[in-house]
């Protein structure tokens, strides 16, 4: 069993920061690629940000820039500085890790989600 603990959402004034974390654990061989994904209400589940395990980023267009993922490998944790954040920003964040585990080998699991909301 894997599970993924996120945080760091909460609610910030336009143009502000927030930092999120997701942090795997459980019987984990090896992680791969790990990512951030958002819904905003009413929208589609999106990409926002992924990371390989060699620490190669990809980004939404709609948040170069602004947005940084990173990722420790020692402590199987994966993070997302979110800069000068607009009010459509706002949405639900998940945390996606691509993971290898005993007896099932590769998975996809996804976080709980965290809330982020974003005030103009």
């Known amino acids: 069993q894997v599970q993924l603990v996120e945080s760091g959402g909460g609610l910030v004034q336009a143009g502000g920061s927030l930092r999120l974390s997701c942090a795997a654990s459980g019987s984990i061989f090896n992680i791969n690629a790990m990512g951030w994904y958002r819904q905003a209400p009413g929208k589609q589940r999106e990409l926002v940000a992924t990371i390989t395990s060699g620490g190669s980023p990809n980004y939404a267009d709609s948040v170069k820039g602004r947005f940084t993922i990173s990722r420790d490998n020692a402590k199987n944790t994966v993070y997302l500085q979110m800069n000068s954040l607009k009010p459509e920003d706002t949405a639900v964040y998940y945390c996606?890790?691509?993971?290898?585990?005993?007896?099932?080998?590769?998975?996809?699991?996804w976080g709980q989600g965290t809330l982020v909301t974003v005030s103009s």
């Open positions: 996606n890790v691509g993971v290898v585990i005993p007896k099932k080998g590769y998975v996809e699991v």
